[in-house]
């Protein structure tokens, strides 16, 4: 999230409302969608990536990671630990597992991005749909990134000063809204017609205000849920799986991917 506290005043979230996480974990654990998927379309061996929200690491995806892999698909993580880098930094640690899944599997790339993650799955699918088919963010403010909750903006601008002390933002807006990086241009640009762009969303939302997850241009789903339990929530698992099965679409023909070079031998 690139935000500053003072830039979005006046919603504290629902804090104490995010702890029933745990229930939609538990009713997760036992749903027989997760334990042997059935009722949802299977998958065709799509390479997925997952990215993860503010503050969290790849570790907090394991639950759907195991899912995909039981539906049929290929996922794969970015490495993050924390998601709390420069947002232009981590936007470039994300294009590299994309592409990395890309030359690994010879085809375009599905991408799932809770929270902060969305934002960097919002930039992809303006900016690289040689390698994105599929874009899925779930509980991101897809419109501004300041949509988020008091305790939100203050841990946002903590992380903020200490990018700064550290000399870790590429940028002198690093996390904030006047940011100029190319990943805060991506995010600002229309999403590219060739990728399906979906946004997953809760009105009961603790952390993010769900205004902000509908976005022209996206299909808009609406599940029940906290922000913290969409990532373990039986209803946006269907949502995903309703996603990721939506055929693929062509690219325009200025955006095909050129062919790797032949090998061939130094002169």
Sequence with gaps: MSSGADEHPGWWGRPVAETRWVLEAWRLSVDPLFLHPSGVPRGDGRPVVLVPGFLAG?????????WLRRLGYRPSVAGFITNTDCSDRAYDRVLRAVRRAHDRHGR???????????????????????????????????????GISIPTQAAVTGTRLALGALGRGRRPGCFTLFCDC???????????????????????????????????????????????GLIVNRKVYRAIATALAEPELDLAPSREPEPAPAPGRAG
């Excluded at 790849?58 to 195991?66: I, K, P, R, V, Y």
């Excluded at 009105?203 to 996206?218: F, H, I, K, L, S």
Aim: hydrophobic fraction near 40%; charged fraction near 15%; aromatic fraction near 6%.
């Design 58 to 66: 790849d570790q907090t995806l394991s639950a759907l990671a195991l």
């Design 182 to 228: 190319p990943f805060a241009q991506a995010f600002r640009a229309p999403a590219d017609p060739a990728v399906r762009l979906t946004s997953i969303y809760s009105r009961g939302d603790g952390v993010v205000e769900w205004e902000g997850c509908v976005t022209p241009g996206a299909t808009n789903v609406e599940v029940t849920g906290s922000h913290v």
């Design 108 to 146: 375009r790339v599905a991408i799932i991005g809770h929270s902060r993650g969305g934002h960097y799955v919002r930039a992809l699918a303006a900016d690289h749909p040689e390698v994105v088919s599929h874009a899925v963010s779930v509980g991101s403010d897809l419109n501004g990134m300041l």
